[in-house]
């Protein structure tokens, strides 16, 4: 009899991509409906529960609580083990740059707070589950993150928007990938701590590597222009979410890239996408490159601002 998954915010970024890879692997797929189901009723009988529920960041504070503890309790009444794609919030502004389950959970803004008592409350309910650690997302398709809805939204006509530093490194996830990652996890989460943190290594690039991969893809030259953070400061005196882009751009100026050795270690005969393969998919050109393809690294001109 295949497993049954129960995927919560199956029409989120994350949960979009682990509905399919599930149903690819044989699994038996349930999709929430806040409309129409109960939790309890949707989670009876499931083996998983997938917690991609994401409010916007001003609801952070006042419902991710409250939705951690329905699923952690309907996880407890059912068996279920829970699986959730954790964030680099946890960490802290002035972390270390390589990141690893031994590194300590020191945020002290609001939303790396709201992440660590989220996680915090599975480890201390007991309940089996699985937090999958990643980096910001590649997606295929436009779907409000920072990668195909500012980053790269001119990439085909040649610009990219860089919100740190073009040079500085940052922690990737493409999120076919993480989902095929997901799966593979959850098949074996028999043999799995109770809390299982496995970070996802994806990609180490900077933005200056991503627009070498973007003219790849595109052909051509990919100019820089610097993300307009003035005018978020100025908006969010009267936008909450502007407040909360401000809160996190740290993680665009701060060095950083994910230590994949537990992943390795669990998952040792995982493939990848290849980082230029995602981008170009990510923009919509599908291109063949060969697996291990490094990426060379050159300067590129910055726009003014």
Do not use: C
């Not at 954790?86 to 960490?91: A, F, H, Q, S, T």
């Not at 609001?110 to 660590?116: A, F, H, Q, T, Y």
């Not at 007991?126 to 779907?143: H, N, P, Q, Y």
């Not at 195909?148 to 610009?159: D, H, N, P, Y």
Request: net charge positive; hydrophobic share 40%.
């Amino acid at each position: 009899m295949p497993n049954t998954v129960l995927i919560l915010g199956a029409n989120g970024r994350f949960g979009r991509h682990a509905a399919e890879a599930f149903w690819n692997s044989g699994w038996r797929v349930r999709l929430f409906d806040r409309r129409t189901d109960t939790l309890v009723d949707a989670a009876e009988g499931a083996d998983l529960i997938v917690n991609a529920w994401n409010p916007p960041y001003p609801a952070w504070q006042n419902e991710v609580p409250k939705l951690t503890s329905r699923v952690i309790a309907v996880a407890k009444s059912s068996g279920a083990t829970v699986l959730i794609p954790g964030n680099l919030y946890v960490y802290g502004k002035g972390s270390a740059k390589r990141l690893s389950p031994d590194t300590p959970h020191r945020a002290t803004n609001p939303l790396g707070r709201v992440r660590i008592e989220m996680e915090n409350a599975y480890r201390d309910a007991g309940v089996k589950t699985i937090v999958l650690r990643a980096g910001d997302f590649i997606d295929t398709e436009v779907s409000g993150n920072w990668f195909e809805s500012v980053i790269t939204v001119k990439a085909r006509k040649g610009l990219l928007v860089a919100p740190g530093h073009p040079n500085t490194m940052h922690a990737w996830a493409y999120l076919p990938d993480m989902a095929k990652a997901a799966v593979q996890l959850a098949e074996m989460r028999d043999r799995l701590e109770t809390f299982e943190d496995v970070p996802f290594p994806g990609y180490a690039l900077s933005l200056t590597d991503i627009a070498l991969l973007a003219s790849q893809a595109t052909g051509r030259d990919t100019r820089i222009r610097r993300f307009p953070w003035p005018m978020i400061q100025l908006a969010s005196m009267v936008w909450p979410m502007g407040r909360h882009l401000s809160e996190m751009r740290y993680l665009w100026d701060m060095p950083h890239e994910i230590v994949g050795e537990r992943f390795r270690t669990l998952l040792p005969d995982f493939r990848g996408t290849p980082p230029g393969q995602a981008v170009a998919r990510s923009l919509g050109i599908d291109i063949d490159v060969y697996p291990h393809q490094p990426v060379t690294r050159r300067n590129f001109g910055i726009a003014a601002e």
